[in-house]
C-alpha cells in the first residue's frame, strides 16, 4: 500500500489536508458525518457543506450511534465524508453502509491504526493509552473498536467490494520522520508488520459507478 507522510496536529490541520488532498471531488452537495466542530464548513468553498454529529458545531445534531438511518434522501450527497469517527461507533458496519446509500457518487471514509497508538504504552508499562482504557468517571466518547492496518484496510476494501463500489485509490499516511529511520524500520519490520507498526490511518476514496 502506497504511503504518504502526514502529521496532523490539531482536527483543523487534517481537514486541510483532507481539502488539500481530496479537492478534485469536493464539490456539489458535501455530507461530514461526525463533523464535530466543521473546519470543512469555512475551509472548502465550492460546494454546499453539511455536517452531523451529536456535539461540536454541526448544522444537524445527530447522535449516530443510535439512529436508524442518517437523515438524507438515497443518493442525495455529490460526496460523502467519515473522517476519523467509524471506531467511534458501536453500529459501525451499519453506519457505512448509511454513508454509501446517501452518496450519490463518492465517498472518503478514513480509519486509524489502532495497534499503532496502543504500541508504545503497553511496551512502556504506562498502564493506559488514548481512546480506551477504565476511567473513573464514564467518558463521554471513546473508541467501541480495537483493529490494526491490516484490518482496517480490509474492512473497506471488502464492504466496497459487497457494495459494488470502485476503489479509486486506497493509501496510508504516517508520522514524517527521517528517511534513515525510515529505511531501518522498514529493514527490521517489512511489509505488514511495519504498517501494523507505523502506519497511523488508512484513507479509501471510493467511487459509486454510473
Known amino acids: 500500500m502506497k504511503l504518504e507522510e502526514a502529521s496532523f496536529s490539531s482536527r483543523r490541520a487534517r481537514s486541510e489536508f483532507v481539502a488539500r488532498r481530496f479537492a478534485p471531488v ?4 458535501v455530507l461530514d458525518v461526525g ?3 466543521a473546519p470543512l464548513r469555512e475551509i472548502l ?4 457543506y453539511c455536517g452531523v454529529d451529536i456535539a461540536g458545531n454541526p448544522d444537524r445534531v445527530l447522535n449516530l450511534d443510535s439512529v436508524d438511518a442518517l437523515p438524507f434522501p438515497d443518493g442525495s450527497q455529490d460526496c460523502v465524508l467519515c473522517i476519523e469517527v467509524l471506531e ?8 457505512f453502509h448509511e454513508l454509501v446509500r446517501v452518496s450519490r457518487r463518492h465517498v472518503i471514509v478514513s480509519l486509524p491504526n489502532c495497534w499503532r497508538d496502543a504500541r508504545q504504552p503497553i511496551d512502556r508499562g504506562r498502564g493506559h493509552f488514548a481512546h ?3 476511567p473513573v468517571e464514564k467518558p463521554q466518547d471513546r473508541h467501541r473498536w480495537f483493529f490494526s492496518h491490516t484490518q482496517a484496510r480490509d474492512f473497506l476494501l471488502e464492504n466496497a467490494s459487497r457494495l459494488g463500489l470502485e476503489v479509486v485509490e486506497i493509501f496510508a499516511t504516517e508520522q514524517q520522520r527521517p528517511a534513515l529511520k525510515r529505511f531501518l524500520r522498514k529493514l527490521r519490520y517489512p511489509g505488514e508488520k511495519y504498517l501494523n507498526r507505523y502506519s497511523q490511518t488508512v484513507w479509501v476514496l471510493l467511487r459509486k459507478p454510473d
Request: aromatic fraction near 10%; charged fraction near 25%; include cysteine.
Open 26 to 29: 469536493l464539490r456539489g452537495k
Open 35 to 37: 463533523c464535530y466542530e
Open 45 to 48: 468553498q465550492d460546494c454546499e
Open 88 to 95: 467511534h461507533l458501536e453500529n459501525l458496519h451499519h453506519m
Open 132 to 134: 480506551y482504557g477504565l
